[in-house]
């Protein structure tokens, strides 16, 4: 959704302002002193908030949600996009605080009140190396681990706003498959995935939604038998001296 646009007005960078009936947010430089300057342009009209997102106790989260009619229709990639399009804002700081957003990796359908069966996943593995970035329609597991795992300090969830003790056991790898949409070549694919450790547990949280289940019923005090995700830091976040705070980004305080 970036698309490079030469106006004739200025901006700083991050803000938001009205251009010809759209909402854009710029980023970007400047190459002149005046008049045409080239940018970035994000639109941000139509977008997720916090708003859209519907929360524990809501029937839409207890229920099994309906599988999605193929080929998708136009509306259906519009939510896709969009569901994709707030990870990516939960993801920026300057977003996150704009728009009062809370950082998520995963993203299902219900979640924004529609219950269908689809998700979004936008995040890096634990190790900070592989970007990990789906839109999967009808997804199922087709193949797990018996060995389990876990996030140590506990999962988190958009829909929840509370802290919840515990911990979640999840399969330590799946195999998934379902259609897969780009939303930049506008492509579906069937395809199956393997997926382990953190990208394993944040498939199986979005999964459990489409079947009405929070990670909330899965907690337990304990676990045995099951191996903690180990996060390890880039080593570019342990150089810097981030301030207190949202910078200081770990994977388990994401939502999904
Ligand atoms: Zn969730």
């Not at 300057?37 to 859209?52: G, L, S």
């Not at 099994?64 to 993801?91: C, H, W, Y």
């Not at 829909?159 to 506008?186: A, C, I, L």
Request: proline share 4%; with cysteine; charged share 30%.
């Amino acid at each position: 959704m970036y698309t490079t646009m030469k106006t004739f007005f200025t901006a700083e960078n991050g803000s938001v302002i009205l251009f010809r009936g759209r909402l854009v947010r710029f980023s970007g430089a400047t190459d002149g002193k005046h008049g045409e300057i080239c940018y970035n342009v994000w639109e941000v009209r139509n977008m997720i908030t916090m708003e859209d997102i519907i929360r524990e106790g809501h029937p839409t989260l207890q229920k099994r949600a309906e599988e999605v009619d193929l080929p998708l229709d136009d509306g259906t990639k519009n939510t896709l996009v969009k569901m994709r399009r707030f990870l990516i804002n939960s993801q920026d700081e300057t977003m996150r605080e704009e728009y009062g957003l809370r950082e998520g990796v995963g993203l299902s359908a219900p979640q924004i009140g529609l219950s269908k069966r689809m998700i979004a996943i936008h995040t890096l593995d634990e190790d900070f190396e592989e970007h990990h970035d789906y839109l999967i329609i009808n997804p199922s597991i087709v193949s797990h681990s018996v060995a389990k795992t876990y996030i140590p300090g506990g999962e988190g969830c958009l829909s929840v706003d509370r802290e919840v003790e515990g911990v979640v056991p999840r399969h330590k790898r799946v195999s998934v498959h379902g259609h897969f949409y780009d939303s930049d070549k506008d492509t579906v694919e069937e395809r199956t995935i393997r997926l382990r450790g953190f990208l394993s547990v944040v498939i199986q949280h979005e999964l459990d939604h489409l079947n009405g289940i929070l990670f909330t019923k899965r907690t337990v005090g304990e676990l045995e038998h099951a191996e903690p995700i180990e996060f390890k830091l880039p080593e570019s976040t342990e150089d810097e001296s981030a301030p207190e705070g949202d910078n200081n980004r770990t994977p388990k305080e994401e939502k999904a």
